[in-house]
T-cell receptor, first 112, second 112 residues
Framework: DAKTTQPPSMDCAEGRAANLPCNHS???????VYWYRQIHSQGPQYIIH???NNETNEMASLIITEDRKSSTLILPHATLRDTAVYYC?????????????FGTGTRLQVTL | EAGVAQSPRYKIIEKRQSVAFWCNPI?????LYWYQQILGQGPKLLIQ????????DSQLPKDRFSAERLKGVDSTLKIQPAKLEDSAVYLC??????????FGPGTRLLVL
């Protein structure tokens, strides 16, 4: 699985958009970008995933650059409950369940 | 639907003692994972089961860790004997599709 690079921490004001970047310059053509987050004292939670098109769901939007070497997770209106560690993971989607390789993620602090 | 259940939530033991953790996955989820999360790091996969068979245990310290998933449902993870460096959160996750793993709340282990 390709290696990812994320900033260790970010701050965001409540109600503003939180834009979390992820670099994955060695990504290969069959690798997807996944985002999970981990709120304090809880297990990680799936957010969204994508291959090359931008994706949106009820939680967030995922913007992947045309060369696929980086992506941005967007929380459109951050709330205090979005304070968490956000993990960007790149892996092959094989059609069978497989492990997630977590890095250290980005610690997002949402403030009043 | 009910989430992944884990017990106990907290455990304190002395080094060289043994300890066991229990996980009940979401009903119908064939794949079950055990991850170890050391403070400040992302979760690391220890073992993956598909039904009651082991798919990946390459990072399981087999001299002291063991896991089983009898009948392809519940699972237990055991450490015997425990070392100080085993202090961590042990997370159980389950999945039925490739993208989404559902994590339990974890068991926080402190080895003194």
């Amino acid at each position: 699985d390709a290696k990812t690079t994320q900033p260790p921490s970010m701050d965001c004001a409540e109600g503003r958009a939180a834009n979390l970047p992820c670099n994955h310059s060695t990504i290969s053509g069959n690798e997807y970008v996944y985002w999970y987050r981990q709120i304090h004292s809880q297990g990680p939670q799936y957010i969204i995933h994508g291959l090359k098109n931008n994706e949106t769901n009820e939680m967030a939007s995922l913007i992947i650059t045309e060369d696929r070497k980086s992506s941005t997770l967007i929380l459109p209106h951050a709330t205090l409950r979005d304070t968490a560690v956000y993990y960007c993971i790149v892996r092959v989607r094989t059609g069978t369940a497989s492990k997630l390789t977590f890095g250290t993620g980005t610690r997002l602090q949402v403030t009043l | 639907e009910a989430g992944v259940a884990q017990s106990p939530r907290y455990k304190i033991i002395e080094k060289r003692q043994s300890v066991a953790f229990w996980c009940n996955p979401i009903s119908g989820h064939a794949t079950l994972y055990w991850y170890q999360q050391i403070l400040g790091q992302g979760p690391k996969l220890l073992i993956q089961f598909q039904n009651n068979g082991v798919v990946d245990d390459s990072q399981l310290p087999k001299d002291r860790f063991s896991a089983e998933r009898l009948k392809g449902v519940d699972s237990t993870l055991k450490i015997q004997p425990a070392k100080l460096e085993d202090s961590a959160v042990y997370l159980c996750a389950s999945s039925v599709v490739v993208e989404t793993q559902y994590f339990g709340p974890g068991t926080r282990l402190l080895v003194l």
